[in-house]
């Protein structure tokens, strides 16, 4: 039999090491493919959705052109007659910006001239598309300055959903401004602070003390991604009430408020469901009504997290370099690999590892609320992963120590002991063995009298056949009465009560005595039942000898590494076997039962018993008091 070669104690920590090891290599691979960006993505949408929505900017203003809206122009678009006013409303109460998120590079007539007018105004922002690969010759209206120019192309993720946002686009010939960024220089530039070098990197825009690194296409947990332009993370700080609202109606009949618009960013666009300038967020997956945003909401919340930067009111998100990355989900994993590898219980497994994760979740979302974007989905994904191999592993390993032990100790125990024995394998086995350790047992030999005789009037075939069913019935009456059957002898076996768990109270060791001793008597009995059915077949019939004895031994495995049993040594063996094998031809009962003193001590008159005397048993130069059993105490023995 093959046994491991390295202790227990060296490997628990190679087992947790390699697993752990194996796991996030594997997760750090497929990550670097991208197979965990989905779940990241998942998480992150989940955390955006969690975090509490900030107060409404104060600083900005939406005017949305909704269904209603268009009803009442009976028109789409909208005539340029009708955004002129607008525009001249807005104006007259004096914001800082309006963006127009409306194209307008053919013109609507009637009222072209006046929107001409209006677009000159130098606080007015006009879209137009950036070059692409679907570029829909869609222009700036014509006679703005290209300063007041912005795209408002918007950056969507593999799934659709917009968790990015662009600042500028180069082309062959230029780089193009974001509508979202003009609206926030615009406003900054009153606030004193202008677009600057980053200090990290002079290519990066740096606006107040906010540096804006740009998005890789493996920035933070994006691993494939269209990463062209200058992309940041897109910080939404509300799912509705960004900013306050009003519809275009409201602005045409002057029925908003000078203070809504004075000092204020005004963004015109539309939200009407049939202008199809709707998009996916991070909120979608929670809301029904409104499972989509407006563009110009999201170019809003653009403008709103430009300044927040730039005016040290928040920062923007944050990730770790790749190493720290790693290390975070490397440590998850050992970490769960540990608790799989120590905890046994299987509820209890589940209930820690379903606690570790709800922790890791929770720190997750800590930083997040920090404006940290750490790896969620694969640290979450290597603990459950690494604890099913591990379990996976233990429960393989526990099999081998199982199938290793009933080789020791053979398949011939009570279902009690081998649970018991199962339980305490971990303190059993040591280094692939049972370990040599002195009890205080009961050994029980049996032997079939005049055996060679029978052997001698029967086949081989019908020989085997019989025996085997002599052993049989006998065997099934150690397993009753919680003894191991430690080897066969032939025509007979030897039992032991007491071992492998060491019994060291006298009322265990008593226990064991009074078990062997009624083990003797079930054998007795069911020797009987044999011989009756065995004469109604004519087949032989049999005697049988039992000796027993309750003494010291040593009991472990013997052997070498390629073949080990489970042994019992010491005096005490041999003398049960003299017991058994005493005065072999003055026996006349069914079955004989001899026991030596130390075995009577145990029995506490339990049994009526024939004293001997003091008796020299062969190959032992002391006397041994020995008894015959007669049967229960209860009983009456003529």
């Known amino acids: ?95 800082t910006a309006i963006g127009l998120d409306i194209y307008r590079d053919l013109p609507q007539a009637p009222g072209t001239a006046a929107l001409a007018k209006q677009l000159q105004q130098p606080n007015v922002i006009a879209i137009t598309k950036a070059q692409d690969a679907d570029d829909l010759g869609v222009k700036p209206p014509p ?32 780089t193009l401004y974001a509508f979202s960024l003009r609206l926030a220089l615009t406003y900054l530039h009153n606030q004193g602070i202008s677009p600057q070098a980053g200090l990290l990197d002079s290519s990066y825009l740096r606006l107040g003390n906010a540096e804006f690194m740009p998005w890789e296409a493996t920035s933070g947990q994006y691993q494939t991604v ?42 015109l666009g539309t939200t009407a469901e049939s202008a199809k300038d709707r998009f ?38 944050w990730v770790w370099s790749d190493w720290v990355e790693w290390c975070w989900i490397g440590a998850w994993v050992v970490l769960g690999s540990s608790l799989a590898w120590f905890i046994r219980h299987p509820l209890g497994l589940c209930l820690v590892i379903t606690l570790t994760i709800t922790v890791l979740l929770g720190i997750c979302y800590t930083i997040f609320l920090s404006q940290g974007w750490v790896p969620t989905a694969a640290p979450a994904l290597g ?40 339980k305490s394998r971990d303190r059993l086995l040591k280094s692939g063995k049972l370990p040599g350790q002195r009890l205080i047992a009961t050994m029980l030999f049996t032997d079939i009298r005049h055996f060679s005789t029978l052997s001698e009037q029967m086949p081989p075939e019908a020989l085997l056949e019989w025996l085997n069913e002599y052993l049989s019935a ?38 064991d005595a009074r078990l062997a001793v009624e083990c003797a008597l079930a054998m007795s009995d069911r020797l009987q039942a044999l011989n009756e059915d065995w004469q109604t077949r004519q087949l032989p019939t049999a005697q049988m000898r039992v000796g027993i004895f309750t003494g010291p031994i040593v009991a472990g495995s013997l052997g070498g590494k390629d ?54 048993l062969k190959g032992k130069q002391q006397l041994i008091d020995v008894y015959r059993v007669l049967g229960y105490a209860s009983e009456q023995h003529t």
Request: glycine residues 6%.
């Open 563 to 616: 073949r080990l049993e489970y042994g019992v040594i010491g005096d005490s063996v041999n003398i049960a076997s003299r017991l058994e094998s005493y005065a072999k031809d003055q026996q006349i009962e069914l079955c004989r039962i001899l026991i030596a003193k130390d075995t009577l001590v145990h029995l506490q008159d339990r049994f009526t018993v024939e004293p001997w005397g003091p008796l020299a």
């Open 143 to 174: 006679g703005v300055p290209e300063n007041r120019i912005g795209f408002n192309d918007i950056a969507s993720d593999p799934d659709g959903v917009i968790r990015r946002g662009l600042l500028f686009v180069d082309t062959d010939t230029e």
């Open 1 to 95: 039999m093959q046994l491991a070669a390295l202790p227990t104690i060296a490997r628990v920590p190679l087992a947790i090491v390699a697993t752990s090891a194996a796991v996030t290599a594997c997760l750090l691979g497929i990550r670097q493919l991208g197979g965990l960006q989905p779940l990241e993505l998942v998480s992150y949408d989940l955390m955006v959705r969690l975090r509490p929505d900030r107060a409404a900017d104060p600083r900005l203003l939406l005017v949305t052109v909704t269904e209603a809206d268009i009803k009442a122009q009976q028109r789409w678009p909208l005539s340029d007659g009708t955004i002129a006013t607008a525009l001249q409303t807005l104006q007259q109460f004096k914001p």
């Open 383 to 422: 603990v459950m992963v690494v604890a099913t191999l591990v379990v996976s592993y233990r429960a393989q390993q526990a099999q081998q120590q199982q199938m290793m032990m009933m080789k020791l100790l053979g398949q011939n125990t009570s279902p009690e002991i081998a649970t018991t024995l199962w």
């Open 474 to 511: 006998i065997t099934e009456e150690v397993k009753a009465n919680h003894g191991i059957i430690n080897k066969f002898t032939g025509d007979g076996l030897l039992a032991v009560f007491g071992v492998p768990i060491n019994r060291v109270t006298p009322i265990e060791v008593s226990q």
């Open 280 to 317: 996916l967020t991070p909120y979608s997956m929670a809301e029904k009504q409104t499972a989509l945003m407006p563009g110009v909401v999201i170019h809003a919340q653009m403008v709103s997290q430009i300044l927040d930067a730039a005016l040290n009111q928040q920062s923007l998100v």
């Open 226 to 267: 269209d990463a062209k332009g200058y992309q940041v993370l897109l910080n939404y700080r509300a799912r509705n009430q960004l900013a306050r609202q009003v519809t275009l109606t409201q602005v045409l009949n002057g029925t908003i408020e000078p203070d809504w618009v004075n000092g204020k960013i005004v963004l």
